[in-house]
């Protein structure tokens, strides 16, 4: 995915993102923000597709950032996370904007003009809001020509692996209040085809209500995506391995997951017991039966990887371990201390995945222990792996997380959604969590000699500036900071803390922070380090490219 040192760094052609948005490729030197869409301000609740997802692309590219990474854009299920949705191939619907709907003519501005700004995301006010006004552009968008039939029919056929399922799933689960679709008549649960047949029927209206939903996400992400592109920006992504129990991904194909006659699992996920936990982490989703996707060629994931390269331009896969080797924990078990490793489906599913679909535009999260079985797998593919800066100073000077360790095929971040953020790290009293006071207090130490040297003075308010300046300088030819980390945000702008079920997905960046001072400042890291991605050319080099092209 790196281009050769000969070859020159230039933006995309502006009419070719307007008809393709073509993926970007890992650059050989370039660098990236990560802040999820829900955490944009904006006045509906949550950060969306709309405005203020243009204005930080433009924050992006003043800054000379390449990459906007963000987390799952799937629909969300329990507890609002990305990382537990509903589907692992649809769009959120509510990162749908309601602004972009009224500039479209489907709805009015008088009904959105409700003020749901906050420092922090109201999920539940969100969706009352997005589904009235969703449900009445909806009636609109039926209303008006025939051209839109067309518009909804050929999407259907672009999008018939997963639609089906997942239109009827969701048309189901609100004629059921909401249960669990193992609590369905046994037929539906079952999912028999007489009984869906019926169900189609039956339900054809609503069906044809969730399609449109998923229609509105689909074109306001190309265009998301065509605005990034013209300005130089490419969109990273992020794939869980597994997916929710509760899902239309489960409910519509139960032959490839592990369960029992009743559709609930008999083993679940998880990781076993680490430094961060002594019970390990029970994750509790289905595990899949391999051997029955092998047999099927590993279709359900060809097709995921496909719709993902659709959206995105790189795409991180979580948990990139579980893919070689993943524990396997007895559904009966509360904690994850009684599992055992099984093996993964290894190169065997990235060969079919990349005979269908080409070059894979993969980052792998290898974070955990990285077995050389990972190793090897990660490399056959090429994919980079992930170094983050706040793992780095537990140990000594041969610890892989510190930046002069770092291979250049790497992505580096100073730390991830499931981190504090830096300056929460930092000055983490550590009353709870993994490390002790007295570790915590070594590792600031450590981190003060290695950013700054023997130097005397506070280093508190600058820690997220010389750990960004540590992760440029590196060699890793790509280097990903939440945006917490360049504001200098303490604990308050943590976005998920791992192991709590409330409290988490919730932070938003206030608009007044996206300042062209903030961007100047990271704009001089990025240019003095050699990450600059450049702006569009000035008219002598367009000139002297004309020219070479013509020798």
């Known amino acids: 995915m790196a281009r050769s040192k000969g070859e020159r760094e230039s933006s995309p052609a502006r009419s070719e993102c307007a008809v393709t948005a073509p993926n970007f490729p890992l650059t050989d030197r370039a ?3 990560l802040l999820h869409l829900t955490s944009l301000p904006g006045p509906h609740g949550n950060g969306d597709l709309g405005p203020e997802a243009r204005r930080f692309v433009d924050f992006l590219a003043q800054a000379g950032q390449r990459w906007w990474q963000m987390l799952p854009v799937n ?4 507890g609002f996370s990305p990382y537990s949705g509903v589907s692992a191939f649809a769009g959120n619907p509510l990162l749908i904007s309601l602004h972009d709907l009224v500039e479209e003519g489907l709805l009015e501005a008088s009904e959105v003009e409700r003020d749901l700004g906050g420092e922090q995301a109201d999920y539940a006010a969100a969706t009352e809001l997005r589904t009235t006004a969703l449900r009445k552009a909806f009636e609109r968008f039926r209303a008006k020509e025939k051209a839109h039939d067309d518009e909804l029919d050929a999407f259907r056929e672009r999008t018939r692996f997963w639609l089906r399922d997942y239109a009827l799933f969701m048309a189901l689960k609100r004629t059921n209040d909401g249960a669990p679709w193992m609590r369905w008549e046994a037929d539906l649960a079952q999912h028999r085809s007489p009984a869906i047949k019926a169900a189609r029927r039956a339900l054809r209206d609503e069906i044809a209500y969730f399609e449109f939903e998923q229609l509105v996400f689909d074109r306001q992400w190309r265009a998301l995506r065509t605005y990034a592109c013209e300005r130089g920006v490419g969109l990273i992504g992020d794939a869980p391995i597994f997916v929710a129990h509760d899902s ?13 006659e009743a559709g609930e699992p008999t083993v679940v996920s998880g990781v076993p017991p680490d430094y961060f936990s002594e019970t390990g982490q029970r994750w509790g989703t289905p595990l899949y039966r391999w051997k029955a996707l092998k047999r099927r060629g590993y279709r359900f994931w060809v097709e995921r990887f496909r719709t993902l390269m659709e959206r995105f331009d790189v795409i991180r896969l979580d948990h990139f371990i579980g893919f070689a080797r993943y524990w396997e924990i007895p559904a009966g078990e509360e904690t994850a201390v009684n599992g055992r490793w099984m093996r993964g489906p290894g190169r065997d599913l990235f060969e079919v995945a990349q005979e269908e679909l080409g070059v894979l535009p993969f980052i792998a999260e290898d974070l955990g222990t990285v077995t050389p079985k990972v190793r090897a797998l990660r490399e056959r593919f090429g994919m980079p ?19 002069h360790r770092y291979v250049r095929d790497c992505v580096a971040y100073t730390g991830t959604h499931d981190n504090d953020t830096t300056v929460g790290w930092y000055e983490d009293p550590c009353e709870e969590g993994p490390r002790s006071p007295a570790q915590a207090q070594k590792e600031r130490q450590a981190a003060q000699l290695y950013l700054s040297g023997p130097l005397t003075g506070e280093v508190t308010p600058q820690i997220h500036w010389l750990m960004l300046r540590a992760l440029f300088a590196s060699v890793a030819d790509t280097a990903i900071v939440p945006l917490q980390d360049v504001l200098g945000l303490g604990s308050e702008a943590r976005m998920n803390t791992p192991g709590l079920s409330e409290g988490n997905w919730l932070w938003r960046v206030k608009a007044s922070a996206l300042t062209p001072e903030l961007a100047q400042t990271l704009r001089a890291f990025t240019e003095v380090y050699g990450r600059y991605r450049g702006g569009d050319d000035t008219e002598d080099e367009r000139e002297e490219d004309e020219a070479g092209e013509r020798d």
Not at 75 to 78: K, L
Not at 387 to 402: E, M, P, S
Request: glycine share 16%; no cysteine.
């Open 75 to 78: 629909p969300v299920g329990a």
């Open 385 to 403: 792996g992930m170094r983050v800066l706040q793992f780095a100073f537990g140990g000594d000077a041969n610890d892989d997380f510190l930046p």
């Open 31 to 33: 660098s990236g923000i």
């Open 248 to 260: 239309s991904d489960v409910w519509g194909n139960q032959s490839i997951f592990r369960l029992d």
